[in-house]
């Protein structure tokens, strides 16, 4: 038994006694404070900046004077947008073909003429200290004339809403739609059953432990720009910035230091990006910027904020016949660099999750308001698409008074190749033994035990099941080089990122177990555009599927291109030699092992061996799992106690269990902190940020967590010739539903059945209220 009263059964974790669970390379230098994050870099005679950001949702800008603020002592220069007029625009990438496009507003790194939300930049101030730059904010006047302001999401779509961008009538950017309507509308016709639920999903923010950070650079004698940054994804933001600065990208370097969480926020081109380096090629000295807190809160991209509409049709048995899915999309005041991606293109391949429903249908939304921009956050869309199918599953079950897990397994997808309406095609999955196995771990048969055990004590328990669907790859397209060096260790560089998830070790265990040497041969280059030529960076749990399957191709063209030293070595034809377990043999000639090899090929060459890797148009992967939440609600006060939370995944082949626990346990307690507290919150009259601070925004803390209990499935892929099917996502995928669920399963007997996230005690306290006021009026 647990101090939960709850049984455990076959759910300790072995991770840590397996084998291939290697303690992470990286963290000896991070818990000896010798990493070395953004601001950890000393570079002689470099100049702070400072933002100076708008107090107003939606202002006009009349006059910016900024003389006094010069005047200053130690202040280098103050830029404002007329200082900046020749840098082009921040654009969005994201490939959306869409009739009418999408509409993309011009953004210019500091306010042009009129801020349209609070901490949109309108100066940008360098001194020689941030004290210094700082001090000359204040003496920057301003004057603005106050427009009206829509920051609720609902308002915003509404007739007669304040408009934010005159090309945009309505607020409306895009709207997006996919799927068979003529097929959603006959099955609807002929449901025995239609379920419909109107779910919100909260604004969110990353709250990354280190903020953004940027140092930029400019060699006058070769006009290159170098800029290092706390962010992911450095060969998409050089890009993007050559595109502001308007030279060639090749101009451009972009590097990460070690970086202390992203999750998606890092991974888009900042206003601060472009600025600090126009500054450093304009004063001749390096410019750095570092971001407060409430900087981050203000200017840094939030994420999910939208209102979904979800119908499903069901036969007389319960089964799915189709879904149609309505949503209104927040995307602030900007197009962000991925921004609209999360509401269309992101959430499509896991729209229906597990399940078999012949036909959907989406139409989505996506409009401006007077906040800040909305981008990519871990999962970004599938987060979203498996909440709303599992509320719709869930509420289907309690009105047909079908028990949740039955309905479910009812309609889980059992044939493979399956191919879903809007084209995904999932090659294996086993969603109803993972099912059946969490059930039992969470003796859910005890569990009226366990509630009426509450029930004495005047708590309400609740016992939730969520089930999740994950699309993980990113970009279809990923390249790995490896080198030999002088030394004897080889050289990895990847066009991936790692904001933490350890990929120093686990692409070192690929390399050990495809090449034969131990895995503390290899080092990680990653994160440097300077140093990898290309990469698709960070994003979309694609690390091991992209990254480590270019690293597999990279190991195969080292051993061909090892072939003819080893061949000279072995004194045997190449077409003889065959490599394994780290050791080139040719019959009757012995055998070498590759390390000699590779100091043959360098000193009768003169060059490293060698092998580079496409990893190219590579397939999703469907990470997938079942999960359960049990916890208890006080009645009379609305607080919720997490009691217990277990989950049974499949992220295919492991290469290390470990790191993969460790990031499902940090996307589980992301999830659970939507669910449970985490919202970002506007007044909606002046279109303050309201939750600016940590003061403002709860996140969960390890009081606020019980032990997760994880069980790992391995159901290899062949999308990949590893197997895997990646992790990063998963936890913040799963747990909203499993926890809402477990709430709604406590409040039922009160006659709660409806409740959004976050499930805060006042929420909760507040629709205990209401049913009882409603019943006494009765």
Known sequence: ?????????????????????????????????????????????????????????????????????????????????????????????????????LIVPPRSPLARGRVRHVGDPVAFVVAESADAARQACELIAVAYEILPAVTDLAAAAEPGAPEIWPQAAGNLALRYRL???????????????????????????????????????????????????????VHDIRRELAAVLKVAPERIDVACPDVGGGFGMKNVTYPEYALVLIAAQRLGRPVRWLAERIEDFASGTHA?????????????????????????????????????GSATTAPTPAMGGLYDIPAMTMDVRCVFTNTAPVDAYRGAGKPEANYLIERLADEAAHRLRIDPAVLRKRNFIRSFPYRKPFGAVLDCGAFAGNLDRVLAASDRAGFRRRRAASRQSGKLRGFGIGCFLETARGGPNENAWLTFRSDGRVEMAVGTQSNGQGHETSFAQVLSQQLGLPAEHFHLVQGDTERVPTGGGHGGARSLHMGGGALVLAAHALIRAAKPAAAQLLQAPADAVLFQDGLFRAPGA???????????????????????????????????????????????????????????????????????????????AQGIGQALMEEIRYDPEGGQLLSATFMDYALPRAADLPGFELALVELPTKANPLGVKGAGQAGCIGAPQTVIHAILDALRPLGVTHLDMPATPARIWHAIQEVRTARTQR
């Open 304 to 340: 999910r904020d939208n209102l979904t509409t979800g119908r499903l049709a069901l036969d007389a048995k319960g089964r799915f016949l189709a879904l149609a899915v309505e949503t209104v999309a927040n995307l602030g005041a900007y197009v962000s660099s991925l921004g609209p």
């Open 590 to 668: 012995g055998e070498v092992d590759l390390a000699t090899v590779a100091r043959h090929a360098r000193e009768t060459t003169g060059l490293p061996l060698s092998g580079h890797g496409a990893n190219r148009n590579a397939p999703l992967t469907f990470p997938n799992g079942a999960q359960t939440a049990e916890v208890e609600v006080d009645p009379e006060t609305g607080a919720v106690t997490l009691l217990r939370y277990v989950a049974v995944d499949d992220y295919g082949t492991l290469v290390n269990p470990l790191l993969t626990e460790a990031q499902v346990h940090g996307g589980l």
């Open 1 to 101: 038994m647990n101090d939960t009263g709850v049984a455990t059964i076959g759910m300790v974790s072995h991770a840590a006694t397996d084998s291939r669970s290697l303690r992470r390379f990286e963290d000896e230098r991070f818990l000896t404070g010798r990493g070395r994050y953004q601001d950890d870099e000393q570079v002689p005679g470099a100049l702070h900046a400072v933002v100076l950001r708008s107090p107003h949702a939606h202002a006009a800008i009349l006059a910016v004077d900024a003389e006094a603020a010069r005047r200053l002592p130690g202040v280098s220069a103050i830029y404002t947008a007329a200082e900046i007029d020749d840098l082009g625009l921040l654009p969005c990438s994201l490939p959306l073909k869409n009739e009418p496009p």
């Open 179 to 233: 799927g068979d309507d003529d097929a959603v509308a006959t099955a609807f016709r002929r449901a025995a059953h239609i379920v419909t639920c109107r779910l919100v999903n909260n604004r969110i923010l990353a709250a990354a432990l280190e903020p953004r950070a940027a140092l930029g650079r400019f060699d006058a004698e070769s006009g290159r720009y170098r800029l290092s940054l706390s962010g992911a994804s």
